[in-house]
C-alpha cells in the first residue's frame, strides 16, 4: 500500500511513500484569490494523486489529511493572519483533496495535528518565543498598514518549534524534507503508516487465525 499525507495551507507539503520506506515529498505555494489558490491545488493534487494510483500498481492506497483547527483554537492559540477567509480556504482544500480521493475511490481521513506530533517527535504542544512576536509588534504597528501588517506577523515556519521539531526528526531519519510544510506532511505520513500498518495486522491475525469446528 502507499500512504498519501497532505499539509494543507497557502504553503501545502504532500509526503507519500510505502510504509517502512524513505518517503517523497512534494510542496505547493499557492498563490492568488481564495479561488485560485483551490484551484492550483485542484490540479496540482489530482495530477500527483493519479500518478501516485498508477504507481502503487492495484495495491491500495490512501490519503491521510491534517484536520484544521477550530477556530476557537486558532483564537486561544493567538494565531496571527488567520481570520473566516483563511480559515474558509484551508477548509476549501481539505475539501478538494477529500473530493480528490473519494473519484479515485481512495480512502480519505483527517487526522489532528496534536496526535500527529506527539507520534513524530513525542511530544504534542509547543510554546512560540513570545519575545519574537512582541518585537514584531513593536517593528510593524506604526509604520506599516494594519492588513500588511497582520500579513508580517505571521510566524514564519521556522519560529514553530513545533515545525522545528518535525524537521529535526526528519533529518534524524534521513527523510528528504526539504521546507517545514514538507516536514509536517511527514508527520501525518509517519502517524498513517503506522495505523495502517496495525490494522493490517489485524486483519492477517484474524485471517491466519484458525476457526473451531462445531
Not at 505547493?28 to 491545488?41: N, P, Q, S
Not at 475511490?105 to 512560540?128: D, E, M, P, W
Not at 505571521?154 to 531519519?173: F, G, H, N, Y
Request: aromatic residues 8%; positive net charge.
Amino acid at each position: 500500500m502507499i500512504i498519501v499525507g497532505l499539509d494543507l495551507a497557502t504553503n501545502s507539503a504532500v509526503c507519500w511513500g510505502r510504509p517502512n520506506t524513505i518517503p517523497h515529498f512534494r510542496h505547493w505555494k499557492l498563490g492568488g484569490t481564495r479561488a485560485e489558490r483551490c484551484l492550483t491545488f485542484l490540479h496540482e493534487f489530482r495530477a500527483l494523486l493519479d500518478n501516485i494510483i498508477r504507481e502503487a500498481e492495484g495495491d491500495e492506497v490512501f490519503v491521510y489529511i491534517e484536520a484544521p483547527i477550530e477556530p476557537a483554537g486558532l483564537k486561544r492559540k493567538g494565531g496571527y493572519g488567520i481570520d473566516g477567509t483563511t480559515i474558509l480556504m484551508l477548509n476549501g482544500l481539505i475539501v478538494l483533496a477529500e473530493v480528490v480521493a473519494q473519484s479515485r475511490n481512495v480512502a480519505s481521513y483527517l487526522v489532528k495535528r496534536q496526535t500527529a506530533l506527539v507520534h513524530f517527535t513525542g511530544k504534542a504542544a509547543y510554546k512560540r518565543q513570545k519575545k519574537t512576536r512582541k518585537l514584531q509588534r513593536d517593528l510593524f504597528s506604526s509604520v506599516t498598514p494594519r492588513k500588511q501588517r497582520v500579513e508580517s506577523l505571521t510566524p514564519l515556519a521556522s519560529d514553530d518549534p513545533s515545525k522545528i521539531a518535525c524537521m529535526a526528526r526528519c533529518k534524524q531519519l534521513k527523510w528528504p524534507a526539504q521546507t517545514y510544510d514538507e516536514a509536517d506532511a511527514a508527520a501525518i505520513w509517519d502517524l498513517a503508516c503506522a495505523q495502517q500498518s496495525k490494522a493490517a495486522q489485524t486483519v492477517r491475525r484474524l485471517i491466519e487465525r484458525p476457526h473451531m469446528g462445531k
